[in-house]
Every structure is written in C-alpha cells, then in structure tokens.
C-alpha cells in the first residue's frame, strides 16, 4: 500500500527486491502515481520495470482492495510517513481501517501510517503494525504513547547514514535506555558486602483501606536489593506486611510526629502509595519534605502537590501516571498523551527533581540531557499496584545506584522487564503486582557475575 511521498517510494521498492527474489508482489497506489516526485517517482518506475503489478488505489473498489488484503501474505504499509501531520485523510482512513480489520500480519515502513512520529499520539486512525522497520534515525513516537501499541517490533537500518540531527549537531529528541544497557549500572557486590552499603530505604504508605499498596512498594525494594526496608505505615497493617514479607521492619503511625525518628535513618524515602489526602496522607507527606531526605513522591502525594504552588527540590523524584501528571500541570489527560516527552519535560522544569511518566513508553526527565525513553512492558500491567512496585524499586536502587537520573532509569527498566518475565512465566491475563516482585529475581540473576564466585568451586 504505496502514498505519494518518500515513504511510497520506499513501499515500491520493497515490492521491487520481493520480486527480484522471486517473491509475488503487487502494489497498490493509494496516492495518485502522477503526484510522486524524485525518488519516489524513479522507485515507482523501478518496481514497474521489474514487473511488479502496480494497481491504481482509485480504481478499487472496497470489496477489490479486501481482496487484495485476503490474497496476501504479509501487507507492506507505505501509505504515511514523517512528513504528514494529523488525522488521516480519506482514502488513507478508510484503508487503514480496513487493513486494521483483516488480521493480516503488517510490516510498517519507517512508521505506521497516521502515527506522529516525534510524540507517539495517533490523532486519528493509525495502522497497527507487527513490525516496523524504521530509518536512518529512531523516531521517538515509535516507543511512547500510541507508538508502543501500534509499532510492533521495531527494527532499525541505519542505510550507512548518519542521522540529519547528526550532521547539524543537534541533540535527539530522547534517548533510549532498554534493560540490557540499564543492567550495566547495579552495582557489584563485593565478597565482603553488608546490608550497610545497600542503602536503607523508608516506605511511608497504607492510609486505612490502601494498606497492601505499601507493603507491595516494601517488598518491591526487598526484592530490588536494598540493604533495610523499613514500612511506615496504618497500625492495622503491621501484621499483614510482616506476614507478607518478615524481613520488612514495619512501624503502626497515627500522626507525622512519629516520623522523624524513622526518617532519620533512612537513606531514601517513599511516600504516596497509599496515602490518601486526608490529614494523615498530608502530614506524612510534610514530614518526608521537610526532611530533606532524597525522595520518591507517587500516587496521592502528587495529588496533594497538585493542589499547591511547585515545591521545587533537586532530590526528589516525582512518578506520575497521565492523569496525576495531567493534575501537576493543570491540564488534560489527552494533552499529556498528546505529547508525552514534553509533559515529562514540563513537570521536571516545574518541580524540578527527576520526573517519570508512567504509562505506554515511560518516560524519564531529569533537567540534564534529552529525555529517556524505556521500552518494554506489556497489557497485563494495567492492573492496580504495578505503580507502587516501581516506587518500591526506585528507592532500593536509589540507594545503590551513585548517579540519580541512572537509578530511575534502571528502575523503570527493571520494573518492566520483570513484568514482561512475568508475562511470559505466566501470561498476561489476571498479572498481579505481586507476580512482578516474584520475577524480579529472575530478571536480576543474569544481571550478575557468577564467575566472581568460581573460586570456591562453586
């Protein structure tokens, strides 16, 4: 399926190679073949001398073009590409949709037709690819928002070019951190490792009805290596978190004036899951701040914030879903999902600190450098209390990781592999929170060095 521009022409040729290589290809012009220009035109032409059928788009009916789609193998989108803004127009739509419908398996080139490229929404309809091949330079939109639903897998040719922001000198739009670059920073644990140098991390969550969201963030940061976890929480659930994971120190608070003492032997702080916005989540919220303790501030503590003048802070880290960020800026979820690099980016220069945006390609802001983007991550997470595991895991590597804007980059990359490791341990259908924590280990054993340990025959 061939438009008009660059990204047609490219579809030509694809059809042109296939049938070099003795495979049957057609193409279908959605676009007029007059309107193509340059290269594009001289790929139409090629495909055309090596006999690939070309079919003109307007003379289709709906019923021809269906079966076209039923007759193919694999279907080549080379409708859109980056130089088009906006919803799709007719016939674009139209076929989008019909292609959407058949269940065909779909090779996108570059980008799947009607995606924004540089910020991941779909204003329209979008195609849904199972594998996007993509150009010279990875386009951001390909791993955030509607992007990381609709791309597929993602594969990247460079074609021996360097990339136009390359040759300018201009910085990327984002920048990739997947878990197999992320693992790199974990620390190594020396022979003679203490729970000391591990860091010691305080959750201050549970307000009464939420208690499982701290005791999930407490197990999360046992698990993600953290020296001392201790929970904070509503007296009620003291017994529950001890019987869910004993090595937790779990103190019962009614009022903020019990937290100082605690916080004074953290490390690191988490407070939000859980929380709530009564007096209680509001005092707690106060103590964590003013102890200028390093921080991770999730749930119901952003939404307190929300509803106050920015408290600027260098370490902090601030984990909002859409809608949380939505409140931090006082606008719409569909403007945050609209544009999710530059929600993150504005709420970092709001609140300073380290913003993560939660949701389809998290998304990282540190105020240093271009945003990162963090792929991975599957449906079976849209579940309560996936969010209160990556805090959880934010302060355990907080407090081993030395370079901050590292920690939550291999936190939010850890958190989501280890939901795809459990995915596929256990499918994505009715995934827990709990199943996460469980395939952490799973995930981190191949992270370390079992030669170190080969000296004792081990």
Known sequence: LCGAGNNGGDGYLVAANAQRHGIDAACVAVAPVEKLQGDARSAYQKARNDG????????LSDADLQARIDSAAVVVDAMLGTGVAGAPREPFASIIRQLNQSGKPVLAVDLPSGLNATTGAAEGDVVHADVTVTFIGAKTGLFTGAGAGVCGQVMFEALGAMHAGQQSGEMPLAELYPWARCKAWL?????????GLFGHVLVVAGDHGFGGAGIMAAEAASRAGAGLVSLATRPEYVTAALARCPSLMVRGVTHGSELPGLLEKADVVVCGPGIGQSAWGQQMLQQVVASGKPRVLDADALNIMAGRAP??????????HPGEAARLLGCSVQEVEADRVGAAT???????????????GTVVATGNGVPGIIPGGNPGM??????DVLSGILGALLGQIPSASQAVMASAALHLAAADKAGQNKGYMGLLPADVIEAMPQVLVRSERPEC?????N
């Open 187 to 195: 620390p190594e644990r020396p022979a003679n490792a203490h729970k």
């Open 382 to 387: 849209a579940t309560g209390g996936m969010g």
């Open 453 to 457: 340990f080969n000296d004792r025959g």
């Open 346 to 360: 504005r709420i970092q220069k709001q609140w300073q600190g380290i913003v993560l945006l939660k949701g389809a």
């Open 52 to 59: 690939v059928e070309i079919l003109e788009g307007s003379a």
């Open 311 to 320: 408290a600027t802070a260098d370490n902090h880290v601030l984990t909002p």
